[in-house]
């Protein structure tokens, strides 16, 4: 059954919202400062340095869907629940944000290609791709957790830094851990942990897009 | 306590039923229960007006119904998706009501003003959301308080339009304080409400209606709760305005 409102028409009524009010150009600013301070100076071999931009991509994705979430209509996204149902409301949710992630990494694997010099087969940049989007899919589903549990934007601000934080500092967490003790020093991991490093931020968005489902339910 | 099931989105038919609803129950948090063991059955091309005070779970109640929140307890069944206008309005998005309308149902309003949809007034924001919701291809319409803010214009039009859907088949759920001019319906009434004896209207216009002579403009009547919706709609129909509608004292 075609749902009365297409989730394409959906996600265009977000994305109209967001252009309107401008919400993500203070993050995309944010985004283009980063790569920016990586490649002013010779940024290093490219993966290590795909590597870290990656793991800064998880709290800058939180912050601009973050703010693409708080520019949307509580109102309209009630009428649309009622209208789509739940799983479609969060796709429609989801898609702006999935789209300015694209484009961030997108911008970031190119900014690589342009201005590291560093020689490195192509699939160092594949794999710097496949980093970015892992890293910015968990970025946009921890804002819409957040943001389905209605806490404030400081504790938002607070989840997202010390979440990013420990992501960067313990090995094992995805996104950013794996990615960069697997990669982040230049090194060669074995199967598993580079499993682990893509496969973690898959496992750890599904949970949250299972949690804000959840919290949605509740409110 | 857990309730029996979780609420299903189109889950087993009741016979007969557009919408029903069993042993609902919610409570926000681990406060109180705001509603307990709520049950009702609305048929296609049947209304159901929900009344009661402020604070006694109308709006929660029509979320449950619609969709927006699960219920704690009970289960919920929509024979399909749902045509839901919220209580609160005031934070549209920042861009034309009519792009607003075409993108939610395809669909348009005359007359809007020339602004962005956040500078609406509130009566406006309420009609565009209105407009775009009942454009909406849906055979359960639920509405929280549609004539908040609107004008005795709008409140007419809103009347003939779900006239309409009624006589089409489409079952209705209205929130309400002040009852919106359409006939018949059961009313479910969550209390909290004082009494009322009798109904006060103040209509805007000129001559007679209902036996007496406008003055000044104005035509006071006084009638039972029961006689007021017919009233109003007979009224509104005739091209008078309404100015109040109040408890008689």
């Known amino acids: 059954m075609s749902p009365p409102v297409p989730t394409r028409r959906a996600a265009r009524l977000g994305l109209a919202t967001a252009v309107a009010s401008r919400s993500v150009l203070a993050a995309s600013f944010a985004w283009v400062v980063v790569l920016a301070a990586v490649y002013a100076a010779d940024a290093g071999p490219p993966l290590p340095a795909l590597a870290s931009t990656a793991a800064v991509l998880l709290p800058v994705s939180a912050w601009a869907s973050a703010a693409h979430l708080a520019a949307t209509s509580g109102d309209l996204r009630q009428v649309l629940t009622a209208a789509n149902g739940r799983a479609r409301v969060l796709v429609a949710d989801a898609l702006p944000p999935l789209g300015w992630v694209l484009a961030a990494t997108a911008a970031a694997v190119l900014g690589n290609v342009v201005l590291d010099r560093n020689p490195a087969p192509a699939t160092d940049r594949l794999l710097g791709l496949l980093l970015h989007l892992g890293c910015g899919l968990v970025g946009v589903a921890l804002a819409l957790a957040l943001h389905a549990g209605r806490v404030t934007r400081g504790v938002q601000a607070l989840v997202v830094v010390a979440a990013s934080l420990a992501s960067a500092r313990v090995a094992w967490l995805p996104p950013a851990g794996p990615v960069l003790s697997s990669w982040g020093a230049g090194g060669h991991p074995g199967l598993l942990a580079a499993a682990w490093a893509l496969g973690g931020p898959l496992v750890v968005t599904a949970g949250l897009l299972l949690l804000t489902l959840r919290l949605r339910r509740r409110r | ?249």
């Open chain 2, 1 to 249: 306590m857990p309730g029996p099931r979780r609420s299903d989105r189109y889950g087993r038919r009741v016979p007969g039923a557009a919408l029903s609803a069993s042993g609902l129950g919610f409570r926000y948090g681990r406060g109180p229960w705001l509603l307990d063991g709520v049950s009702l059955t609305v048929p296609p091309g049947g209304l159901l007006r929900v009344r009661g005070g402020n604070g006694t779970g109308k709006s929660t109640l029509l979320r449950l119904l619609a969709g927006p929140v699960a219920p704690r307890r009970g289960s919920v069944v929509r024979t399909g998706p749902v045509a839901y206008l919220p209580q609160q309005t005031g934070d549209l998005p920042a861009i034309p009501p009519q792009r607003l309308i075409s993108l939610l149902s395809g669909g348009a309003l005359d007359g809007v003003p020339d602004v962005r949809a956040d500078e609406l007034s509130r009566g406006w924001q309420r009609r565009v959301l209105l407009a775009a919701v009942l454009g909406l291809p849906c055979r359960i319409v639920v509405l929280d308080e549609p004539t908040a803010g609107l004008d005795a214009a709008a409140v007419a039009a809103l009347a003939d339009r779900l006239t309409a859907r009624l006589a089409a088949g489409d079952a209705v759920v209205l929130a309400e304080h002040e009852a919106l001019p359409l006939a018949g319906g059961e009313v479910l009434d969550l209390g909290g409400a004082a009494p009322v004896d009798l109904v006060e209207v103040v209509l805007g216009g000129t001559g007679s209606f209902h036996g007496a002579t406008a003055s000044g403009g104005r035509l006071h009547l006084v009638v039972p709760p029961a006689e007021r919706d017919a009233l109003l709609l007979a009224a509104l129909r005739q091209g008078w305005s309404v100015l109040a509608v109040g408890v008689h004292r």
